[in-house]
Antibody, heavy 116, light 106 residues
Framework: QVQLVQSGGEVKKPGASVKVSCKASGNIFNNYGVTWVRQAPGKGLEWMGWTTAHNGNTNYAQKFQDRVTMTTDTSTTTAYMELRSLRYDDTAVYFC?????????WGQGTRVTVSS | SYELTQPSSVSVSPGQTARITCSGD??????TRWFQQKPGQAPVLIIY???ERPSGIPDRFSGSSSGTTVTLTISGAQVDDEADYYC?????????FGGGTKLTVL
């Protein structure tokens, strides 16, 4: 079973950027896309976007289009999500996710806190 | 964009059947997934393609679809099933989660 292991929690100031990593236990990125989902404290799940490794295509939710970049590095089987111009309401747990028709594997989540 | 609507909470006693609905126009055309999320944990897929169950998911979890509404049914709910449940559906460019339903089993 593939596992996704994410980087540790981060504390950032407003206006800064954060880059979260997501490492897969096997080289599967070439076959599937990686999606990113976030969850603010006490709130529901919010889809942010996805990226595919084999051709670098991306699809971002409209609200994040100007501030987010999602990439994958097949040599290290690692996906990255960078969010710029952080605001207080970007405080959330960020999850990476590997999706196929029959499975849906999530990382453990990375807590990002935006605080002055 | 589109929305998926879930009740905010559902309560049942242990052993009873819990039903959680998810409504949205897109559901008449696209498959739905259901996720279970316990506090401090990542979501877990429990239903895909409206009614299919991944391996390892107990058969007390089932899904059904009718028009623009899908339903997650937990037959003989257990205390351990107490969690937040989210429906999810995706057009090619705009996946969305429902707002989530807190299931209480007591």
């Amino acid at each position: 079973q593939v596992q996704l292991v994410q980087s540790g929690g981060e504390v950032k100031k407003p206006g800064a950027s954060v880059k979260v990593s997501c490492k897969a236990s096997g080289n599967i990125f070439n076959n599937y896309g990686v999606t990113w989902v976030r969850q603010a404290p006490g709130k529901g799940l919010e889809w942010m976007g996805w990226t595919t490794a084999h051709n670098g295509n991306t699809n971002y939710a409209q609200k994040f289009q100007d501030r987010v970049t999602m990439t994958t590095d097949t040599s290290t089987t690692t996906a990255y999500m960078e969010l710029r111009s952080l605001r207080y309401d970007d405080t959330a747990v960020y999850f990476c996710r590997l999706v196929s028709e029959t499975f849906d594997i999530w990382g453990q989540g990375t807590r990002v806190t935006v605080s002055s | 964009s589109y929305e998926l609507t879930q009740p905010s909470s559902v309560s049942v006693s242990p052993g009873q059947t819990a039903r959680i609905t998810c409504s949205g126009d897109v559901l008449a055309k696209k498959y739905t997934r259901w996720f279970q999320q316990k506090p401090g944990q990542a979501p877990v897929l429990i239903i895909y393609k409206d009614s299919e169950r991944p391996s390892g998911i107990p058969d007390r979890f089932s899904g059904s679809s009718s028009g623009t509404t899908v339903t997650l049914t937990i037959s003989g709910a257990q205390v351990d099933d107490e969690a937040d449940y989210y429906c999810y559906s995706a057009t090619d460019n705009s996946p969305v989660f429902g707002g989530g339903t807190k299931l209480t089993v007591l």
